[in-house]
């Protein structure tokens, strides 16, 4: 490797002056005369080549299936603080993450100190039920708050059970055995752990604290949870009896795979992720002069 290569080296880009996140996979991401290279088979509407990636320009880098990553990669971007993450097809899982990006603790000292404030706690809980009901509710306790939610959710279970002519008899799921839960509860678990994925990667990109959730409490992914619920009535349900619908007709198929497929697409298309991120800044009320989406 030529050190010094086109000042790569040493130079430095603010991360406020940077262009968010960009998608990779099917390849190998290795460093080359000091450059970020990466060599791809093709994937989606990135054709079979090989490209220079300006990882300074960039926040975080998320690399889907079929991908490696070298050593000299992994120096590279830790020294430009470039974000490296380990994702499933259009962001539907998410596995590991080199946890760079913006060298800024402001969201997450903030989600601290709402989280800390059992007021401006409810308070967030009560802006995140706003979003997914489009009214404010009147009810200022975390209990009765899921109980309105509750509600909302049983009319749309059926709503959707109605629309894709699809057997509703409640959410059930047998977590020692989930093969024996039916297709539609296994199509929503399925697609719940999508949209999960999507939520875990806006909480790595924008180093917000995944264990601090305004809603949920006990997983250690709490916040994720809660940002992956905002997109409940929109997407996962959506997805999961859509998939159902698929499965009915074409019962070879499997489910899990279909819920995955759908979501992925639908994640992709409505460009969640930045939604999410976007969210998260606005629900802690936090503009950190740095784009991620």
């Known amino acids: 490797m030529l050190k010094g290569r086109l000042g790569l080296q040493t130079a430095r880009v603010p991360q406020a002056d940077r262009h968010g996140l960009l998608w990779l996979g099917r390849g190998k991401l290795s460093v080359e005369d000091g450059c970020l290279r990466f060599a791809t088979a093709g994937v989606g509407t990135l054709e079979e080549g090989v490209y220079h990636i300006p990882f300074q320009k960039l926040t975080h880098i998320l690399l889907g299936p079929g991908t490696t990553v070298s050593h000299d990669a992994l120096r590279l971007l830790a020294r430009h603080q470039t974000g490296l993450l380990a994702v499933g097809a259009d962001g539907v899982r998410f596995y590991s993450a080199m946890p760079f990006g913006a060298d800024s603790s402001t969201l997450a000292r903030e989600q601290a100190r709402i989280w800390a404030d059992e007021e401006l706690r409810v308070k967030v809980a009560r802006d995140m039920y706003e979003r997914r009901m489009g009214k404010r509710p009147r009810a200022t306790d975390l209990d009765a708050l899921r109980g309105l939610e509750g509600s909302r959710m049983k009319a749309v279970y059926e709503k959707l059970a109605r629309q894709h002519g699809i057997e509703w008899g409640g959410r059930r799921y047998n977590r020692q055995n989930p093969a024996q839960t039916n297709v539609i509860n296994q199509a929503i678990n399925h697609a719940a752990t999508a949209v999960q994925g999507a939520a875990m990667i806006a909480v790595t990109v924008t180093a917000t604290i995944p264990q601090l959730g305004f809603i949920h409490e006990a997983s250690g992914k709490a916040f994720a949870l ?24 074409q019962p070879h198929l499997d489910i899990e795979r279909i819920a995955r497929r759908k979501a992925g697409s639908r994640l992709k298309s409505m460009k969640v992720v930045g939604g999410m991120i976007d969210a998260i800044k606005e629900l802690l009320d936090v503009d950190d002069d740095s784009d991620h989406s």
Do not use: G, N, Q, W
């Not at 992956?228 to 499965?247: C, G, K, M, N, Q």
């Open 226 to 249: 809660d940002i992956a619920d905002l997109y409940r009535a929109s997407i996962t349900l959506p997805v999961a009896f859509e998939s159902a619908s698929e499965h009915k007709r």
